[in-house]
């Protein structure tokens, strides 16, 4: 079948994009605001776009409290989501009020950085220290600008749990990282699963 996006998706119940771009690699972003009010938020719009030095981008669907404590603060952190915390990083995607982080509300703990304030995942494999170096907001065929924000850290800093090093190399097996795939489904290193957004 063909469709054109202007026509949306005839004949099909539900919009095949996220699922035809997938797997896509899950941003779980934590930050800090001006206030020192902690977030925590999964972006499934998230990858690594350079080496040297290294950066990742994630985009933002508006201004969600992650990307205001970015403007606010021009940092945040990279956490690996993993098949063992995916209940936990599944209830942090929860729209809870701004003033409410989502640590306690995941049943996680936020853990000190050593070269930025934002908070990093303990429980997290590993985390990514990440500093802003650019947001904007991607422009349509007809020159409007979208709703996303764009972000582009670069990572100053890399945390690993020792139980994922092994002989020096990183070991996914053990960190065990899982993926966005579309609609409810996720990937993990043993097949894809389902898992239901919070309300």
């Known amino acids: 079948m063909f469709y054109a996006v202007a026509d949306g998706h005839p004949g099909l119940p539900h919009d095949p994009f996220k699922a035809i771009v997938a797997p896509r690699p899950i941003g779980w972003i934590s930050t800090v605001d001006r206030t020192g009010m902690h977030n925590l938020a999964p972006y499934s719009y998230f990858n690594a776009v350079a080496t040297q030095p290294p950066m990742v981008m994630f985009s933002s669907d508006g201004w969600k409290d992650t990307a205001t404590a970015c ?7 990279v956490n690996l989501a993993s098949y063992d915390l995916r209940e936990a990083m599944n209830a942090s995607s929860a729209p809870l009020p701004r003033d ?31 500093r802003v170096v650019e947001m904007f907001s991607p422009k ?46 996720y990937l993990g290193v043993d097949g894809i699963f389902r898992m239901g957004r919070p309300k």
């Open 100 to 130: 409410r982080s989502e640590f306690p509300h995941a049943g996680l703990t936020p853990a000190p950085c050593r070269l930025v304030r934002a908070p990093r995942v303990l429980e997290a494999a590993a985390s990514l220290e990440c």
């Open 140 to 185: 349509t065929l007809e020159g409007e600008p979208i709703t996303n924000q764009i972000v582009i850290g670069q990572v100053v800093g890399v945390h690993i749990a020792e139980r994922c090093l092994v002989d020096g190399r990183f070991d996914l097996a053990r960190a065990s990282p899982i993926a966005r795939c579309g609609h409810d489904e």
């Open 71 to 77: 403007a606010e603060t021009g940092e945040f952190v």
